[in-house]
């Protein structure tokens, strides 16, 4: 299952980019000795392991399509440190273009894999860490961005693919990082020495991490002045002593052993991301690494500028995705004669129209976007958040859609093995013939395709990923402007505008609404 794609096409010019294609970037992973434990063994090459390969294929897309002359302007863009081509996920967005230009890069890429790509984490942690850097400096004289500039030139230079590691473990909810049983609960530092800081804990769901050069860590929330130790952002390389990660399993994983390339649905790509849990056991960074130091009071930023830019991304990524599955419920109908049915070619319009509203709402919070104090632009954040929480309806219903027009045709499909048996591939391909011209087999496939983008892990992470449907909830109920609403409507019924009786955050700054 080598993956039916040629990275190697195209080649930049010497000058640009030290990683540039698809096989550059796999030929970079065999290059490092990451710690990855898979079924309770070492993973010895990403790239070659057959749990692990599909997503780095994916990845290497993002790296692919970059030196493809039709998707350059897309794939690539200048740098406002260097002046530089870099590629687009190591850039920081200096405009409103820059941002719409990332959605509509990211659907392109969900449409060329039917996956997750991963690149879009560590992308989101740079634009995330580098404005609240900014301000942490301007608040404090602190030089935090000259190290993080520093840093971010090299990523850009090298073209590294950085995974944005937010997520703690945890632990107790109800208790916050400094109060539980269990320090380690949240990624904490342990030592602070002459050259640098030593720190101890857990990431979970990375997605990207095993096939990923760099690690960018943020705080996971808001924090007080109780959590000192546990506020801080750095970058460490992906095999840094003390780093072990476990790397998840995923529906259906263990087809990828048996050579049942048809049965995988997707052998190229994986279903999902590749989520790994990144442990650090007493990893050391040193201070041109660290980027944020105790400053409590910028972790609710950080984290909220990081989850407003990964929640824009999935309108893109995802509608790429429902592009797919769309093309392929088309096919199968065509393939089973069914296609020219109204019921068929009603339920492929309710696909189109979730999908084309999904991606809505990812290009108008990127077209609503707005500068930082760094001169870094953010998305609007409510609409990055419904459009994050449209992902976790929408997406379900166009999967609800392709299943119930694949019929229960994909529940019985025997497996490659007895399609290819001397016994009984026969009875198989007699069988399973739909519309004659149209090879058995090509319909088999494009079964497994849509079970693969249905189900499992694959839909969790559409539900989960950047943030559970409640965290988008909290913040659409936040940012609501419920005051200035509620003037609105006493305005037009008449009721003098009295003492605000009713207290609730809604101020927003960057929004505009008009009255
Ligand atoms: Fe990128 Fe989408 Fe994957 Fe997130 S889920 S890393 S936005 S492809
Ligand atoms: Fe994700």
Not at 229 to 238: G, L, R, T
Not at 325 to 338: D, E
Request: proline share 3%; net charge neutral; with cysteine.
């Amino acid at each position: 299952m080598a993956g039916d794609y040629d990275y190697a096409r195209n080649e930049l010019e010497e000058d640009e980019m030290k990683i540039k294609t698809g096989i550059e970037y796999m030929d970079s992973l065999k290059q490092l000795n990451p710690v990855i434990y898979y079924m309770g063994k070492k993973i010895k090459d990403v790239t070659e392991h057959p749990a692990t390969a599909p997503h780095v294929r994916a990845a290497a897309m993002t790296y692919a399509i970059a030196v493809q002359d039709e998707y350059k302007d897309l794939a690539t863009a200048t740098s406002h440190l260097t002046g530089r081509t870099i590629g687009r996920f190591t850039h920081v967005h200096q405009s409103v273009e820059d941002l719409i230009k990332k959605v509509k890069l990211l659907r392109l890429l969900g449409q060329k894999t039917g996956t997750c790509f991963q690149r879009c984490v560590g992308f989101d942690g740079i634009n995330a860490v580098y404005s609240t850097v900014y301000e942490i400096d301007q608040k404090y004289k602190t030089n935090y961005m000259e190290r993080f500039k520093k840093w971010l030139i090299r990523i850009q230079d090298e073209n590294l693919m950085v995974v944005g590691a937010m997520t703690d473990p945890k632990g107790d909810r109800s208790k916050g990082p400094a109060e539980q049983k269990d320090p380690d609960q949240y990624l904490h530092i342990v030592e602070r020495r002459e050259n640098g800081i030593v720190i101890r804990g857990a990431k979970l769901h990375m997605t990207g991490a095993v096939n990923s050069h760099e690690i960018l860590i943020m705080p996971t929330t808001a924090m007080n002045e109780s959590s000192k130790d546990y506020a801080f952002i750095c970058s460490v390389p992906i095999d840094a002593p003390g780093i072990i990660m476990i790397f998840g399993r995923q529906a259906n994983d263990s087809r990828r052993d048996m050579n049942e390339s048809i049965d995988v649905g997707k052998p190229s790509f994986g279903v999902v991301g590749g989520e790994a849990v990144i442990v650090f056991e007493d990893v050391f960074v040193p201070w041109e690494n660290v980027f944020m130091d105790g400053e409590t009071d910028f972790t609710g930023l950080v984290v909220h500028r990081f989850a407003a830019h990964h929640r824009a991304n999935y309108g893109a990524c995802k509608t790429g995705l429902m592009d797919v599955l769309t093309g392929a419920v088309t096919y199968l109908a065509h393939s089973q004669g069914t296609a020219k049915g109204s019921h068929v070619r009603d339920k492929v319009t309710e696909m189109i129209h979730l999908s084309e509203t999904l991606y809505s709402s990812s290009i108008a919070c990127s077209a609503e976007g707005v500068p930082t104090s760094s001169g870094a632009y953010m998305v609007d954040t409510m609409l990055a958040n419904v459009c994050k929480h449209n992902v976790t309806r929408f997406h379900f219903e166009v999967a609800r859609l392709a299943v119930d027009l694949a019929g229960g045709f994909i529940a019985t499909l025997p497996s490659e093995h007895d399609l290819q048996s001397e016994e009984v591939g026969h009875l198989v391909k007699k069988y399973f013939l739909g519309v004659e011209g149209i090879p058995v087999e090509d319909r088999i496939k494009i079964g497994r395709l849509i079970e693969a983008m249905t189900g499992g892990t694959a839909m969790v992470e559409s539900m989960h990923g950047a943030g559970s449907p409640q965290a988008q909830r909290i913040m659409i109920f936040r940012e609501g402007q419920l005051n200035k609403k509620m003037k609105l409507a006493k305005a037009l019924a008449g009721i003098p505008q009295r003492k605000k009786f009713y207290h609730h955050n809604s101020a927003r700054s960057d929004r505009n609404i008009i009255f």
